[in-house]
């Protein structure tokens, strides 16, 4: 959807106060949008470098790492990372062709009915409650929590649309143990970030977000689930120590997470394997109401992929800053200073990102559906020199229902049937000293950002 892409990075780069020819990097995701279309429906300059990420969920957050390594190389100095996609005709299930072990599939899975990603993921969960005593219950309270937290964002794709138990309850099943809100929505959509080297110091006194470290790794196994030792040990688990030890932080200084929550379960799998709980003990912190909004970890206070919308990821980035900078009118976590966003794609990719808020977050006008944050700035812990960068995102989504919906990140602009809203964001990444600085809308500093 290039129409809906080049609205993105328009809102991205103004929100960034730049130009289409700033432009002199490109990380394009998902494999719908590319850089060629940006040049011809945009104008931006043909000898940009370029580098398209691994497909999946997994790449909204490695996306952004690809982009600070082409900056921090001296390749470029203003990186776009862009991502559309028509998800009413390209549905997730369409990438199972092209997944990695494409024999296995053919041979040993489909012929038994096991042929997309629900049923993969369903497996997961069921041996997750075989093992650990794992219920039912705890993935309907991650339903219900992201629904409620979706109703304090009026860019949510279900904002209004409050989900009950008996609603849940009456869901169809999906595959065992998944009904219908186990699973996430699919949005028509596009997403625009904003990277650009940011010179030294805080040129305005804007809030500085710090992207203090992030990391992306895979599972043994990377190509095929059934023949892994231990199907919980996902790629988030190397990713999340590396991160903590770039950072010189632990799971307990963490004040509000994103989670990749492509299925209920998911998110427990995720919370256990980041390191917030041990083993079999995220449907004990669940239930308890330990990822709501005044628990000890909110999570996805935007109501995540499963009420806000699905941009591969890349909103749960937004929305951190957002919360860093104090800027979640309505669903602030109070006192936000480090947050979390996950990945996870494949048969357990993961990466993870950890961002930190430096100063006073100032709010911007705030819209029921008109977002437009200001510039953010982090700052990591790598190097003593004082490169840096800046970033700035916007999106684009159309909305629908579950199948076809929109989400949105820390600023989306909603087409279609739905009211349309737009966003920016920018944020940029600065290292001076022991840290690293980004700006608004998505800042990051990925494995270069470490004490």
């Known amino acids: 959807m290039p129409g809906l892409a080049i609205d993105a990075v328009r809102a991205a780069l103004a929100d960034a106060g730049l130009g289409v020819a700033d432009i002199d990097g490109i990380v394009p995701v998902g494999g719908y949008i590319f ?63 092209s997944l990695p072990g494409p024999q296995f599939r053919t041979f040993l899975e489909q012929p038994h009915g096991w042929a997309a990603p629900v049923q993969w993921y369903s497996m997961i969960a069921r041996r997750h409650m075989i093992e650990y005593g794992t219920s039912k219950a705890a993935m309907a309270e991650v339903a219900l929590t992201m629904r409620a937290h979706a109703q ?52 305005g006194g804007r809030t500085q977000v710090a992207l203090e470290a992030v990391a992306s790794s895979r599972p043994s196994s990377p190509e095929d689930l059934t023949n892994r030792l231990d199907w919980f040990d996902i790629g988030l688990r190397s990713a999340a120590r590396a991160c903590y030890e770039r950072a010189g932080i632990d799971p307990t200084d963490v004040d509000v997470a994103m989670i990749y929550d492509c299925f209920t379960f998911e998110v427990l799998h995720q919370l256990e394997e980041a390191g917030f709980c041990e083993r ?23 109501g995540g992929l499963l009420s806000e919308g699905h941009l591969m990821g890349l909103s749960h980035v937004v929305e951190a800053v957002r919360q860093l900078r104090h800027e979640a009118s309505g669903r602030q976590v109070r006192g936000a200073r480090i947050a979390v966003v996950t990945g996870w794609g494949d048969w357990g990719d993961g990466s993870m990102a950890l961002l930190r808020g430096r100063l006073a977050c100032v709010p911007i006008g705030t819209t029921s559906r008109h977002w437009r944050p200001n510039c953010f700035r982090s700052s990591g812990r790598p190097a003593r020199e004082t490169s840096g960068c800046r ?41 001076t000293g022991r840290s690293r600085k980004i700006s608004p809308g998505i800042r990051r500093t990925p494995l270069l950002s470490s004490r």
Do not use: F
């Open 280 to 302: 079999g003990e995220s449907d004990k912190l669940v239930r308890s109401g330990g990822i709501a909004l005044g628990g000890p970890l909110p999570v996805n206070p935007h």
């Open 152 to 203: 304090l964002n009026p860019n949510a794709v279900m904002h209004g649309k409050p989900l009950t138990q008996a609603e849940y309850d009456a869901g169809p099943m999906i595959s065992d143990p998944y009904q219908l809100h186990d699973c996430c929505l699919e949005t028509d959509g596009a997403v625009a970030l904003v990277l650009r080297l940011s010179p030294r110091g805080n040129p």
């Open 391 to 431: 970033a700035a995102c916007g999106a684009t989504v159309s909305s629908g229902h579950r199948g076809r919906c929109a989400g949105t990140a820390a600023s989306t602009r909603w087409a279609g049937p739905a009211s349309r809203a737009e966003a920016a964001c920018t944020r940029g990444l600065q290292r």
């Open 35 to 97: 850089s060629d279309d940006l040049m011809s429906n945009l104008g931006v300059r043909t000898d940009v470098i370029d580098a398209l990420p691994a497909p999946g969920g997994n790449s909204g957050v490695s996306s952004l790492g690809i982009a600070e390594m082409m900056i921090l190389s001296g390749r470029a100095r203003t990186v776009l990372v862009v991502m559309s996609r028509k998800a009413s005709v390209n549905r997730i299930v369409s990438r199972v062709p």
